[in-house]
T-cell receptor, first 114, second 115 residues
């Protein structure tokens, strides 16, 4: 079974600084997708960034970027120039190609210190 | 704007009653929808996959008779918590892909409190 592990229950960062959230996963599949979702206090799930496993290039979305290490089965999220609005729970998620359901990690609560 | 609408946002019911939660795709057809449950400060746990025109697929450990899922149209899936008990109190979230292979769009969730 596929599993997703986020080893950092909580992280904090000073506003305007950079923070990296860790995620590892376990799978025997070769084709899959990885995602980072943000869940602010409103509890709305918001897609932050996604990565296709067949792509070697790391995905980037404005201040958000990932470090995808397929061999190590690692998928970390880097947030640059942290803003107060980035404070939220962040979930790493996995989906195999051909399927649609997501498997989520335990989540990391990110606090931004002004 | 929101592409998946979930209703109600919160509901309080008495133990032993049933509660229905609706999940609608607003501007696309969803043959598949997913229902998740989230306990406080925990992750999302997939409960079941709702399939339009056929039976839902439940994850291991989820009681089919307790959590009834109906996907009667291409834009609506419902989750009914039957004979609710306090331990069913939780946050329930539905989601749907806009198209096959697309990322999931999530509803705003329903906070259920059973007294």
């Amino acid at each position: 079974a596929q599993t997703v592990t986020q080893s950092q229950p909580e992280m904090s960062v000073q506003e305007a600084e950079t923070v990296t959230l860790s995620c590892t996963y376990d799978t025997s599949e070769s084709d899959y997708y990885l995602f980072w979702y943000k869940q602010p206090p409103s509890r709305q799930m918001i897609l932050v960034i996604r990565q296709e496993a067949y792509k070697q290039q790391n995905a980037t979305e404005n201040r958000f970027s990932v470090n995808f290490q397929k061999a190590a089965k690692s998928f970390s999220l880097k947030i640059s120039d942290s803003q107060l609005g980035d404070a939220a729970m962040y979930f790493c998620a996995y989906r195999i190609q051909g399927a649609q359901k997501l498997v989520f990690g335990q989540g990391t609560r990110l606090t931004i210190n002004p | 704007g929101a592409v998946v609408s979930q209703h109600p946002s919160w509901v309080i019911c008495k133990s032993g009653t049933s509660v229905k939660i609706e999940c609608r795709s607003l501007d696309f057809q969803a043959t598949t929808m997913f229902w998740y449950r989230q306990f406080p400060k925990q992750s999302l746990m997939l409960m079941a996959t709702s399939n339009e025109g056929s039976k839902a697929t439940y994850e291991q450990g989820v009681e089919k008779d307790k959590f009834l899922i109906n996907h009667a149209s291409l834009t609506l899936s419902t989750l009914t918590v039957t004979s609710a008990h306090p331990e069913d109190s939780s946050f329930y979230i539905c989601s749907a892909p806009r198209g096959f292979g697309s990322p999931l769009h999530f509803g705003n969730g329903t906070r259920l409190t059973v007294t």
